[in-house]
């Protein structure tokens, strides 16, 4: 659905993109994941035909990105492209007439996106009166009024209560069901690995790792990770040291990387020796790789 093959863009000397590859399979949610800066914004823009590429190249559908491929892809940028003054239905009806739509079909897709995004009983409302989360989901709606094929979705959680987040989710996983395909980028690991099939991380303009959420876990060689609170930091780390485990600090967390999964009872005893406020076990999740591939956090 999208191939990027060496893609590089440099602002004045500084390379921004450096050689990204990556590639989008039709109908999958794909997540770009990367630390402000990284570059996603600068991909996306290239997509979408606002800003060229040095060099590399971008297909879409089997077409190489130019003025042509505008209508395969809708996007719903980070800053909401709305004219407050104007109502949802009239938003959705100017951005239509940029994609050429209008008459009947484009009032069908009105109607159609505006259920979509369970907006119909406010197709008259002024936007300037909508709340954050029906913004952000007029947003997206303008994203769908010429049926793409490919919807990029650039943080469209960011700012938004977990109860609105819960309602987008839900609309990106109806979206996916319709057989959308979606590029997301986002900084809340949590929605990337809830809603993503595959996940690219981006670091300084490269792509440094990507796959699902099950192959990317197999670049940290820990089948669980333990949790563990205690005074004796020092004590616990050589005692995990003994026992060949990494240890990390996850915020104020000391944990330990173990290479299989033990009952509690194992695990408590081999911490015996220290005095433990309390143990606890995760999966490992993206959290823990996102971290330890990029070292600097999200
Ligand atoms: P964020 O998560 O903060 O949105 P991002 O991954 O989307 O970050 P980009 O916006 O793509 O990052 O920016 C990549 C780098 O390119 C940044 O260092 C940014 O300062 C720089 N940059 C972006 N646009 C321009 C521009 N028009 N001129 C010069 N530098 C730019």
């Not at 035909?49 to 297909?59: F, H, K, P, R, W």
């Not at 407050?84 to 100017?94: A, D, T, V, W, Y």
Request: contains cysteine; glycine residues 8%.
């Amino acid at each position: 659905m999208l191939t990027i093959k060496n893609l590089k863009k440099n602002y004045g000397k500084r390379a921004v993109i450096k050689d990204l590859n990556l590639e989008i399979k039709a109908g999958e949610i794909y997540g770009l994941l990367g630390a402000n800066g990284a570059g996603k914004t600068t991909t996306i823009n290239i997509i979408c035909n606002l800003i060229e590429a040095d060099s590399g190249t971008i297909e879409i559908n089997n077409k190489k990105v130019s003025q042509g491929t505008k209508k395969y892809v809708g996007v719903a940028p980070q800053e909401n492209l709305l004219y407050k003054n104007l109502s949802c239905q009239e938003n959705l009806k100017f951005y239509g007439r940029i994609y050429g739509l209008d008459g009947k079909k484009c009032d069908r897709r009105i109607a159609e996106t505006l259920a979509a995004v369970n907006l119909s009983d406010r197709a008259k409302t002024p936007v300037e009166s909508l709340s954050g989360g029906m913004k952000r989901r007029i947003n997206i709606a303008i994203a769908l009024i010429h049926e793409p094929k490919l919807v990029i979705l650039d943080e469209p959680t960011t700012g938004l209560d977990i109860e609105t987040r819960y309602e987008i989710w839900q609309l990106i996983e109806d979206l996916k069901k319709q057989g959308t395909t979606i590029l997301l980028t986002t900084h809340l690991l949590d929605e990337a690995q809830r809603l993503c099939d595959r996940i690219g991380i981006i670091k300084e303009g490269k792509i440094i790792a990507e796959g699902s959420l099950n192959e990317l876990r197999k670049l940290i060689p820990a089948a669980e990770i333990v949790i563990i609170k205690t005074k004796e930091t020092e004590q616990a780390i050589s005692r995990g040291k003994e026992l060949g485990f990494c240890h990390r600090y996850y915020g104020n967390d000391l944990a330990f990387w173990l290479p299989e999964k033990l009952e509690l009872r194992e695990t408590l005893e081999l911490f015996a020796n220290i005095n433990l406020e309390s143990i606890s076990r995760k999966d490992v999740d993206l959290e823990h790789i996102y971290l330890e591939l990029t070292k600097n956090g999200i």
